[in-house]
């Protein structure tokens, strides 16, 4: 793996005082941990409520470990003396990393010596359904007390570590293990709340927004700093009027920071008298507290004029109402609070006036969109989880990376995730160029979701800019300059989202997945096409539609007649000569090319003459059906290479795409 210089030997640093620890785990440490690793650090004790105390100490891998698994910093080894594990006992890792510098230990992974025997398997059990856990390496006393195999602790470590894709993570993070690349926009942040600054942040669908906004808790909770989530998608916060909004605001701050305070009660938030009431609520609170509250508004295009999907909010005055409140009293307030508004739409506050009034939020908020990580930050990602996974990406992979998903880190950890399935068993293992462009093209065959998830926030917001990325993928540079010359808005959002890019005279997917995605979505609305390229498609689609076809009609009859009947009706259509030679051939067999003389003239006449069964299928009349697969048949690229005219392959796709989601919908 790594190169390192400098070396750690087994041993224990001289100034190591285990006073602490009991007899029994003394012995272990010296005995066992102290000869196959680097005891640095005595540690302590930690205490988690009035009664539980747990102890450990700090350890350094040695070379042969380093050079394994990649763990250059110090772990954390806990002593738990109960019998009984219970998951709490994790919570006592987090209180020994806050006694500790942030940079000397690592977090990724820790060790835990349990009293209970069956400590493996709870813990194997509890961080299975906790996919932003770190990585725990469990032992029982009894593990360690009676270690015969000099590759005991690597069989474990490995074991543990390997067994776990730390790439799959589908949900915000609320931790900061796993969490990188994004440390200064959340200080700064941070830092224009403190400075009585609003803040607006926009992105693409997994970008990390909400990650973000743990981040940013995170930290003012570490300074001391108070703040509240409202996440408006939140029924029970976009379904009320904009009024009672202001008071569950009230409510969320109190619960989520746990004051005890004397507030005004719902029936005062009244629309002639609700800011004044809010204002006043807002000042107990900050009495408090002591310190500025940071309102953090998530999924705010479920509030949003146009966008929301509640009349009062989408065509109605609310937000008009709740953001001029909120601007009013911020304005008259030093220090009271400030708000951060996260979106994958920044409709709220680009927006100049909403039904004839001007947009309260408009030229208010500094807004950014989330920038892509560089090559750097991916690096650094990618390198920190795939070291724990026994996986070392050569240098040249993280720079294709970067380029090829746009810097967008969710992307990039499936991709990886697909790489690390593919490495299965191979450990450690390295991620050359082969491997990255295999892992490559299964995300474009198989993960096509995850960017259809990630940009449809311009499905469902910005139809045009979408079609835009057709018409750029399709290298149709006339019809996207078309429309980036009516309006510079449409280029903005794609340049804001990072999805495109701009040289001097031209625009570029700066998302190669993206463009990838939009070339196989709109391969087959190509216009202006060579006979040869109209011939290619025709035969491409047909291929691609026969066998499925066969085995929707396979299916469909052996369901309806039973296979010996179903075999009876299809040698019936084929005639009396294929009858005889296939008559001794499965029914199964009678579908695959390889195996019989079955042709998709026989498939049009089957489900033709067994339209009784065929038609809950077809959403179509019998004698569409039967048209749009005889004209399938007919342009087959096969028969001659005829000329094809505009107007037989724009007839030719009708027909095909009719079948093909006939047929998709069913399989």
């Not at 800011?275 to 953090?296: G, N």
């Not at 400030?338 to 030229?363: A, C, H, Q, R, W």
């Not at 880190?409 to 697909?418: A, E, G, K, T």
């Not at 068993?425 to 990630?454: H, T």
């Amino acid at each position: 793996m790594k190169n390192k210089n400098y070396s750690v030997n087994p041993g224990i640093h001289p100034d190591t005082n285990l006073g602490h620890f009991s007899g029994e785990e003394k012995e272990l440490i010296l005995k066992c941990f102290s000869t196959e690793f680097y005891v640095t650090n005595s540690g302590g004790v930690v205490t988690l409520g009035k009664t539980s105390r747990y102890k450990y100490f700090l350890l350094k891998f040695t070379d042969v470990y380093r050079e394994q698994f990649g763990i250059e910093r110090e772990i954390v080894v806990l002593f738990s003396d109960y019998p009984e594990f219970q998951p709490r006992t994790l919570d006592a890792f987090e209180q020994v990393y806050k006694l500790h510098q942030e940079l000397r230990i690592e977090k990724i992974c820790s060790f835990l010596i349990s009293k209970d025997l069956r400590i493996e398997e709870k813990i194997r059990s509890l961080l299975s359904n906790s996919s932003e856990s770190q990585v725990i390496v469990p032992f029982s006393y009894n593990d360690i007390k009676n270690i015969s195999d000099s590759f005991f602790f690597r069989n474990r470590i490995r074991e543990h570590f390997y067994s776990r894709d730390l790439f799959s993570f589908e949900s915000a993070l609320k931790k900061d293990i796993y969490f990188f690349g994004r440390t200064e926009l959340v200080h700064n942040i941070v830092s224009r709340h403190k400075n009585s600054e609003n803040s607006g942040l926009f992105g693409l669908r997994k970008i990390g927004k909400t990650s973000i906004i743990f981040a940013v808790q995170r930290v003012l909770k570490a300074e001391g700093e108070k703040s509240v989530y409202l996440d408006c998608q939140d029924p029970a916060f976009y379904l009320k009027t904009w009024n009672l909004a202001l008071k569950y605001i009230i409510d969320e701050i109190i619960i989520q920071n746990g004051i005890q305070v004397q507030i005004s009660d719902a029936s005062e938030y009244t629309p002639d008298n609700c800011s004044i009431v809010f204002e006043r609520d807002l000042k107990e609170i900050r009495k408090k507290i002591k310190s500025s509250l940071l309102l953090i508004f998530d999924e705010v295009e479920r509030i949003t004029f146009g966008l929301s999907t509640v009349e009062n909010w989408r065509n109605g005055h609310d937000f008009i109402h709740f953001w001029r409140t909120l601007r009013s009293i911020f304005q008259k307030n030093d220090k009271l609070y400030t708000y951060l508004i996260v979106s994958t739409n920044p409709k709220s506050v680009e927006t100049v006036s909403i039904n004839g009034e001007d947009n309260p939020l408009f030229s208010q908020i500094p807004f950014e969109y989330i920038p892509p990580f560089s090559v750097t930050q991916t690096t650094e990602m990618v390198d920190k989880l795939a070291t724990v996974m026994g996986l070392e990406f050569k240098d040249t992979i993280y720079s294709k990376l970067t380029e090829d998903f746009g810097g967008h880190p969710f992307l990039i950890r499936m991709v990886c995730s697909i790489i690390n399935s593919i490495c299965h068993g191979n450990r450690p293992g390295e991620v050359d160029k082969l491997i990255y462009e295999k892992a490559k093209k299964k995300f474009n065959e198989e993960r096509g979701n995850y960017i259809e998830m990630v940009i449809n926030v311009l499905k469902e917001f910005y139809p045009d800019e979408y079609d835009m990325l057709t018409f750029l993928a399709q290298d149709d540079i006339v019809s996207f300059n078309g429309f980036a010359s009516n309006s510079s808005e449409y280029t903005n959002h794609l340049l804001g989202y990072n999805i495109v890019g701009k040289s001097t005279d031209a625009y570029y997917f700066k998302i190669e997945a993206i463009r990838a995605y939009f070339l196989e979505k709109s391969k087959y609305k190509k216009i202006g096409m060579t006979n040869e390229e109209k011939l290619a498609e025709i035969s491409e689609r047909r291929n691609k539609l026969e066998p499925k076809l066969r085995t929707v009609v396979r299916t469909i009859l052996q369901s309806h007649y039973g296979e010996n009947e179903a075999k009876k009706i299809v040698l019936s259509i084929m005639g009396d000569k294929k009858e005889t030679k296939y008559y001794n051939t499965t029914y199964k067999d009678l579908f695959d090319s390889n195996k019989c003389e079955i042709y998709f003239e026989d498939l049009r006449k089957i489900i033709q003459k067994e339209w009784s069964i065929f038609t809950k299928i077809f959403v179509m009349d019998k004698n569409d059906v039967d048209i749009s697969l005889s004209a399938i048949n007919k342009y087959r690229s096969d028969a001659h290479a005829k000329e094809i005219t505009e107007e037989e392959m724009t007839y030719f796709r009708i027909c095909i795409k009719k079948i093909e989601e006939v047929v998709e919908t069913y399989l």
